[in-house]
Antibody
Framework: EVQLVESGGGLVQPGGSLRLSCAVSGFTFSTYWMSWVRQAPGKGLEWVANIKQDGSEIYYVDSVKGRFTISRDNAKNSLYLQMNSLRAEDTAVYYC?????????????WGQGTLVTVSS | QSALTQPPSASGSPGQSVTISCTGTSNDVGRYKYVSWYQQHPGKAPKLMIYEVSKRPSGVPDRFSGSKSGNTASLTVSGLQAEDEADYYCCSYAGSNPYVFGTGTKVTVL
C-alpha cells in the first residue's frame, strides 16, 4: 500500500522558518518525481514545487522562489520542504504528492497534509 | 501561471447528471493531454478521479467521465449519489510550471 505521511507543520511567526518532511512507503521512491501542493484555508489547490528522481531538476511556483527549497533523500524514502522567510499568505495545508508515472503528468498519490500557520 | 477557471458551484438531484467545465489556455489545457480531475471531501486529501482527459484510475466508478475541447475540459458525474457531494478541481500539466489547478467547484447533491 502506498503511503505518504507529512510532518513538521505548526505555528510560526512571519519571517520564520519551518521544515516539512514526507515519509513514503509502498513504492520505490527513487523512481518518481515528487511534489508539494498547498491549500490555504477555504481556498483551492496550488502546486508549490517538484523534484526529479535524482534531484537534478527542481521547479517552484513563482511565489516561493528564493524562499522555499525542496529536496529528497532517496536512501531515507523522504521528501522535504524547507520554508524560510514565511509570510501570512503561506498559511496552508501542505500535501506531498507522487506522480502517476516516472514522468511528470498527473499527481496520483497524496498524503493527508500538514498545516502550516504563519501568524504573530 | 493563472489558475484554470471553474464555476464556483454545481448541483443536481440524486440520479441526475452534473457537468463541470474547466477553462484554461493554449499553454495548458489546450496544449496537453494531461488534464486531470480531483475530488476532495472536507478535511480530506484530494483524490484522483480522471487523468489524461478521460481515463479513470482503478476503483473510480464509471459514473465519472471526462472530455476536452480546445482550451476547455469537462467532468461529468452521471447518476449523482450523495457521496459525490464534494469539491472538484481540474488540473493541467503546463510545462516548466508543471501543474496548474482550477479554481474549484463545489458540487451539491440536492
Amino acid at each position: 500500500e502506498v503511503q505518504l505521511v507529512e510532518s513538521g507543520g505548526g505555528l510560526v511567526q512571519p519571517g520564520g522558518s519551518l521544515r516539512l518532511s514526507c515519509a513514503v512507503s509502498g513504492f520505490t521512491f527513487s523512481t518518481y518525481w515528487m511534489s508539494w501542493v498547498r491549500q490555504a484555508p477555504g481556498k483551492g489547490l496550488e502546486w508549490v514545487a517538484n523534484i526529479k528522481q535524482d534531484g537534478s531538476e527542481i521547479y517552484y511556483v513563482d511565489s516561493v522562489k528564493g524562499r522555499f527549497t525542496i529536496s529528497r533523500d532517496n536512501a531515507k524514502n523522504s521528501l522535504y520542504l524547507q520554508m524560510n522567510s514565511l509570510r501570512a499568505e503561506d498559511t496552508a495545508v501542505y500535501y506531498c504528492a507522487r506522480d502517476i508515472a516516472p514522468t511528470v503528468t498527473t499527481l496520483l498519490y497524496w498524503g493527508q497534509g500538514t498545516l502550516v500557520t504563519v501568524s504573530s | 501561471q493563472s489558475a484554470l477557471t471553474q464555476p464556483p458551484s454545481a448541483s443536481g438531484s440524486p440520479g441526475q447528471s452534473v457537468t463541470i467545465s474547466c477553462t484554461g489556455t493554449s499553454n495548458d489545457v489546450g496544449r496537453y493531454k494531461y488534464v486531470s480531475w480531483y475530488q476532495q471531501h472536507p478535511g480530506k486529501a484530494p483524490k484522483l478521479m480522471i487523468y489524461e482527459v478521460s481515463k479513470r484510475p482503478s476503483g473510480v466508478p464509471d459514473r465519472f467521465s471526462g472530455s476536452k475541447s480546445g482550451n476547455t475540459a469537462s467532468l461529468t458525474v452521471s447518476g449523482l449519489q450523495a457521496e459525490d457531494e464534494a469539491d472538484y478541481y481540474c488540473c493541467s500539466y503546463a510545462g516548466s510550471n508543471p501543474y496548474v489547478f482550477g479554481t474549484g467547484t463545489k458540487v451539491t447533491v440536492l
